[in-house]
């Protein structure tokens, strides 16, 4: 995977899959890890909160993480846990691999009103992740990534894909098609959403 080439991608990883696995860059293979098991459709790998993901470094093409970042706690053994999946996302790519992150984001309401949101992550947030360049005392966030998009998530059907995992009669629907319609308005003119894309660069 290049800068040039994005769309190509082997093996993805989808981080906090839920019942909807994605496979925003139409990978191969797809894997999925998650703290519980409610995809029967793709075996899930399940992890404790905090633990490392079960995998080799530099073993994915792609990672994704859809509403997954805001959730995770400041406090466990590894510490502040956005930090710590941030890294293992890092870990486990391979050189020139991406990272797409999609998360609700301040100043929209959605951002606070979920009670399960501990973090609240503002358009400045992505800076302590790229380029390896933070003050000594910022020692624990080692990741290196380049940003290539950092902005309000407007349009929705270009990264969000559900690589068909989950379609039945009630999603092809005409009410379903209406709501999904309705939501894509509202988001296009009131984005609740965030999208990072980032890259593991390879070594200079």
């Not at 966030?141 to 998009?149: G, Q, R, S, Y």
């Amino acid at each position: 995977t290049t800068r040039d080439s994005p769309n190509i991608s082997r093996t993805h990883l989808d981080f906090g899959c839920g019942s909807q696995p994605r496979n925003p860059f139409s990978a191969e293979k797809l894997f999925t890890v998650d703290v519980f098991r409610s995809s029967p459709e793709i075996p899930t790998d399940l992890i404790q909160a905090g633990e490392p993901f079960p995998y080799e470094d530099n073993f994915f093409s792609s990672v994704s993480a859809f509403d997954v970042v805001e959730h995770l706690s400041r406090d466990s053994a590894q510490g502040n846990q956005f930090i710590f999946y941030m890294k293992e996302i890092y870990r486990v790519l391979e050189p020139g691999g991406l990272a797409l992150v999609i998360f609700p984001a301040f100043p929209h309401r959605d951002a606070f009103s979920d009670p399960t949101h501990i973090n609240f992550i503002t358009p400045r947030t992505v800076d302590y992740f790229v380029g390896n360049k933070l003050p000594p005392f910022y020692a624990g966030i080692d990741t290196n990534f380049e940003l290539l998009i950092n902005k309000p998530l407007r349009f929705w059907k270009k990264w969000v894909v559900s690589s068909d995992l989950s379609h039945d009669a009630e999603s092809e629907g005409i009410r379903r098609r209406l709501s999904l319609a309705k939501r894509t308005l509202l988001r296009c003119v009131n984005p609740q959403h965030r999208i990072w894309l980032l890259l593991k660069p390879y070594e200079r």
